[in-house]
């Protein structure tokens, strides 16, 4: 199975653009913004799977990740305090453990890999209704215990934003 120039044009784009995506969504300082990076990173990945030739995984990964998970950030973004949480710099003096810790973690994750060599042997097929099939029948039961942990999440996160009146003496 040989690749065009046109797919190493489109690998080098979806790789460098999610890689600097992902870069945005951890670095930027408004937390909108990086929500923004967020749901444009996960588009792309949406993309990737599309040209992986995995419509349906292209298809949940917009439905349940743009779709769901976004919106429940959004949300949680919206519901809490910001601007209080930003008088706070508890985490700063972690920064340089965290850069040194990701630092070492990709330089063994690229030691591993850069020795592996994958043959296809077969072409691809779709197996849609396969997947399909094992979603709705023998998957059921986790997809709807994490839609209930997500919601448990979301009114956690509601009962803690809310601002309690101040008792008076």
């Known amino acids: 199975m040989s690749q065009s120039p046109i797919d190493n044009v489109f690998f080098i784009y979806f790789y ?17 913004h990086s929500a923004f990076f967020l749901l444009i990173f996960l588009l792309h990945v949406a993309a990737v799977f599309l040209f992986l030739n995995a419509e349906f995984l292209m298809a ?5 990740y743009v779709g769901g998970v976004l ?18 710099s508890k ?9 040194l810790t990701s630092l070492l973690f990709f330089a063994i994750f690229y030691g591993y890999l850069k020795n592996v ?3 296809i042997t077969a072409p691809i097929q779709n ?12 998957y059921l039961l986790p997809f ?3 839609s209930l942990v997500l919601l448990v999440a979301l009114i956690g996160g ?3 934003a809310k601002k309690h009146p101040r008792e008076e003496k």
């Open 60 to 64: 949940i990964q917009i439905i349940v």
């Open 117 to 119: 060599r994958i043959e």
């Open 16 to 32: 460098i653009s999610t890689t600097l995506l992902s870069i945005g969504v951890i670095a930027s300082r408004n937390i909108i």
């Open 91 to 99: 985490f700063v003096r972690f920064a340089g453990a965290g850069l």
């Open 71 to 88: 919106a429940l950030f959004v949300f949680a973004i919206m519901v809490m305090n910001i601007k209080e949480e930003l008088k706070h």
């Open 158 to 160: 509601i009962i803690i």
């Open 127 to 138: 197996n849609l209704s396969f997947m399909a099939s094992l979603l709705y029948s023998y």
């Open 144 to 146: 709807e215990i994490l």
